[in-house]
């Protein structure tokens, strides 16, 4: 099974989850959901992570966490390796609980971390066990609207986040969380890179940046295609720069003959998708980044001059691919 790509660095939050093996009960009644947040207490004293919103369900999990210090594969082998050990001991049995490893997704703090957490808490509610979230009892909801104490769930950061002039920051939460259930919106992990990474274009390009390349030469590395073609793009927008004498910024401001270049480049070097493209650039969609490609390849055949200022470029390029 390939192995997830895990980048761990001071400071990161992750949406960490993992589900029971062939999606079995991984809790079966109120002990075994305080024995799990037990272990969470015990990583917490143990590690120093900061746990922001968590959800229990039956067969699986999801936790919303924050590392001052690149210890979360520390914590979460912690987690559910005494949670393992307990569950089995309890009942008799032996061998592996949960579905391989652990899932743990990088995100931008300030563009996601509000609604994973509603996300999270919403799940109770999306498996209809109940139709209000703050009536289930196995999460982090009933700390962040202060209805109950917990005192290993930090609040503090999501209030801030959420907090204004009117009222205070529990209410105003509690008015978000139950807004998603009304409007029923995607679920934010639609958009997440590489099976690893939920942020804007400049945060995934910074956190590439932390992977050791040889990482990505690994074959049980899961999304290790599209992980290594991000890199080759940085390496392709690069080469482009110094070709055009033009800084990284202002070449994704272009508009003109410079954008189309860099779209028919990156579908022709990295193997990118017409979406990672759009994403990349921004302020196109999927299907003008296939017309932008499909016109330029024929503005080549037909302007020679064109043609022959990209050959060199190209050729250079040919040594990038991923």
């Not at 002039?165 to 590489?194: H, I, T, W």
């Not at 690994?218 to 927008?237: F, Q």
Request: proline fraction near 2%.
């Amino acid at each position: 099974m390939a192995r997830p790509l895990r980048i761990e660095y001071e400071g990161g939050f992750y949406h960490v989850t993992s589900r029971g093996n062939e999606r079995r009960k991984i809790f079966y009644g109120s002990s075994d959901y305080e024995k799990f947040k037990a272990y969470l207490r015990e990583a917490q004293e143990k590690y120093g992570y900061l746990l922001h919103s968590y959800v229990l369900m039956s067969n699986h999990y999801h936790l919303l966490i924050e590392t001052p210090q690149p210890n979360l594969s520390q914590v979460m082998h912690l987690v559910n390796g005494s949670y393992t050990n307990y569950f089995n001991r309890k009942r008799g049995r032996s061998g592996h609980l949960f579905q391989g490893r652990y899932k743990a997704i990088l995100i931008e703090r300030d563009s996601y971390l509000l609604e994973l957490s509603r996300y999270i808490h919403l799940n109770p509610v999306r498996a209809e066990l109940v139709t209000k979230p703050e009536d289930y009892p196995y999460s982090s909801y009933g700390a962040l609207i202060a209805k109950r104490k917990e005192s290993f769930v930090c609040r503090d950061l999501i209030w801030k986040m959420i907090s204004g002039e009117k009222g205070g920051a529990s209410q105003r939460y509690k008015v978000f969380v139950e807004g998603g259930m009304v409007k029923k919106s995607d679920s934010p992990l639609k958009d997440v890179y590489g099976g690893a990474i939920l942020g804007g274009e400049r945060f995934i390009k910074e956190a590439l940046g932390r992977i050791n390349g040889e990482v990505l030469h690994k074959e049980e590395v899961s999304h290790r295609r599209e992980l290594k073609t991000s890199c080759g793009v940085e390496e392709m927008i690069r080469k482009i720069c110094e070709h055009l004498k033009m800084p990284f910024d202002e070449l994704m401001r272009e508009k003109g003959e410079n954008r189309k270049m860099l779209i028919y480049l990156a579908k022709k070097f990295t193997g990118m998708t017409n979406r990672q493209i759009a994403d990349l650039l921004g302020g196109i969609t999927c299907s003008a980044v296939a017309k932008t490609y499909e016109r330029f390849s024929l503005g080549l055949e037909e302007n020679r001059a064109l043609s022959e200022k990209l050959e060199s470029l190209s050729r250079q390029l040919s040594n990038v691919k991923g």
